[in-house]
């Protein structure tokens, strides 16, 4: 059993960044691969970015790449996404999950936080 807690979210402009952070509790949070994923109004939920057990494979959705970067602390039970160049269109609420496979669908993911939201204002 895994439970994920995402904090880190607001308002911010247009260029700016921000970090999300998603607190993981569980002994076997690290033998899981870890995912972000979005969900904007009246739209329906995206993946974002995913990384496997270690770290050391990642992979982003086209819309941020080279702009987000996704890492995880496995000693601190900890997943975070650092968002720069923030764009209106990456206003949603942003969730953290965790699969058994690395994966971009979020079917597939079993672990779920409660989301943080992200405004960016133009």
């Known amino acids: 059993q895994v439970q994920l807690v995402e904090s880190g979210g607001g308002l911010v402009q247009a260029g700016g960044s921000l970090r999300l952070s998603c607190a993981a509790s569980?002994?076997?949070?690290?033998?899981?691969?870890m995912g972000w994923f979005r969900q904007a109004p009246g739209k329906e939920r995206e993946f974002v970015a995913r990384?496997?057990?270690?770290?050391?494979?990642?992979y982003y959705a086209d819309s941020v790449k080279g702009r987000f970067i996704i890492s995880r602390d496995n000693a601190k039970n900890m997943v975070y996404l650092q968002m720069n160049s923030l764009k209106p269109e990456d206003t949603a609420v942003y969730f953290c999950?965790?699969?058994?496979?690395?994966?971009?669908?979020?079917?597939?993911?079993?672990?779920w936080g409660q989301g943080t939201q992200v405004t960016v204002s133009s």
């Open positions: 569980g002994r076997t949070f690290s033998t899981y691969a």
């Open positions: 990384l496997n057990w270690t770290g050391l494979r990642t």
């Open positions: 999950a965790a699969s058994s496979r690395e994966t971009m669908d979020e079917y597939k993911y079993v672990y």
